[in-house]
């Protein structure tokens, strides 16, 4: 079994045929095109023509964007977000390029499918078919994503129309989208919150630049009194707010799988590499260090993976009454995405000065992998976020139905109907305990469990202070223990439902033990931290992972090693 994609022997967890297809179109085109067209076109900061016309010719997006209620009858149209972060996956496996070009164009449907303007729905449904890409107006220069600051304006005319002005920054898409969702107030006393609609074609829209250099487009553009009909109105008011961040909900959920897909193509060059170099009078990869590298960054590709499959199943069943997703999507955004990094940085570490050879995948994607941890809200903005759900997840659990996995063809459409973005901290969660238990044989899962009882307890008894709770460089390692806890969650159901065997599961469990006494440390070296909290700090630091070498072994043997030679992109 390799838990990694391999595009040349791809098996979709689709059950579908029509997404299969889908699937396999598009690795034909990426292997068709070749490696060395994919770097040139990267170097040279080529847009992506060719990608837009495959993805239209076929109705790729139209197919996985559209709700099926808009289709007119086409059986493969869904909003499937099971679907939908496979194929997230699978373009940043080629290139994060690929994959935002697909990233922003969901960003932009999100205020159009959560509108009750059905003429502009039918419109998104209409342009999708033909091969439209689309866009999310929403930052500005000076603010960022800062929405309160927003200063694009709309102002009524007298006869039911408006005119729109103001500047947008950073907007994927914003060179060629047919239609553009930006957000702006309305300036006629109310100062009310507006999402309309744009297009790049209007006199009225200058497109001023492409932000950075890249073939992905970030633009930069004025609005300089474009007109505005009620027809071009999405939302307004208290709606239009929650519009924005319930977007940034949907969207922050396919940026973990395109950090998963960028890792595994660089892992499988990086094995494939170091196997078969010899320095020293030895293989590369009989060096204790390296070999060490290599697992440790499987396993956390593997834990990512399994991560991200079982939230996904939560995302999907969510509802008014099930918002367990709130927590573990910021957790997939901040966690997968810098697991990814540190996937890649263990990686070169052991390539060393092949990373940065032009004809390489992972000198793209390395420069890249930076990029998906800022997206739709920093690591920081995230880890904060999470915090608001502790409480209830360790202290006030409440009982739910089992979530079976997700593979339905169906609609995911509670996401465009999500509710007021408030209340994160009523939010119930089911109890962690019952699943680690399952797994408290295997003494890395148990050395996790001792360090996350301490946690607890520090928690209850020794818990940040007001000053420490406002101080992110005490806060922010706390979050990230608590983060911990729920990704170990979420991988032991994965676990379960897939029968992944107990050496590889205990063999993640080593790292995650690790990376648990790390931030311990972080909150023992604070300045502000108290002895009674340095003393939690220690009893967790002082639990270490367990090792057992024949196991590593035999993991590294029939899983790690064996990914020599596995997959090369077609040249």
Known sequence: MNYLIQPKKFKSLMADEGSRAIMEKTIAFFENMGKQRLLDDYHRAIWYREFIDFIG?????FKL???????DGDPDARWDTARNSEYSELLAFYGLGYWYCFQVTILGLGPIWMSPNEKAKRKAAKLLREGAIFAFGLSERAHGADIYSTETALTPKGDGTYVANGEKYYIGNGNEAEMVSTLGKVKDGTDDYVFFVTNYRHKAYQLKKNVINHQEYVSNFALNDYPVTEDDILSRGPHAWDCALNTVNIGKFNIGPASIGLAEHCF????????NRILYGMRVTDMPHVRKNFMDAWLRLVAMKMYQRRATDYFRNASPKDRRYLLYNPTSKMKVTLQSEDVVNLLWDVIAAKGFEKDTYFHMAASDMRGPSKLEGTVHVNVQLIRKFMKNY?????????VPPDFSL??????FDQGPTKGLGSIQFHDYKPVFDAFKSLPNVGAFMKQTEIFK?????????????????????????FSIVVYGQLILEQAQI?????DVVNQIFDFMVRDFAHFALQIYGNHASTDEQRGY???IMLIKAVPAPEQYQRVWEKYVSALNGEYEMNP
């Open 268 to 275: 499988y060059e990086a094995i494939t590499h170091a196997s």
């Open 57 to 61: 010719r076929e109705r790729i997006f």
């Open 537 to 539: 700090c220690t009893k």
């Open 498 to 502: 897939d029968k992944v065997e107990d």
């Open 394 to 402: 360790f202290f006030n659990p409440a009982e739910y139905a089992p």
């Open 457 to 481: 307890e520090m928690l209850e008894k020794a818990g940040p202070d007001k000053a420490q709770d406002m101080d992110p460089s005490w806060s922010l390692p706390l979050g990230e223990m």
């Open 65 to 71: 964007l559209t709700p099926s209620q808009y289709a």
């Open 410 to 415: 169906k609609d995911d459409m509670f996401l």
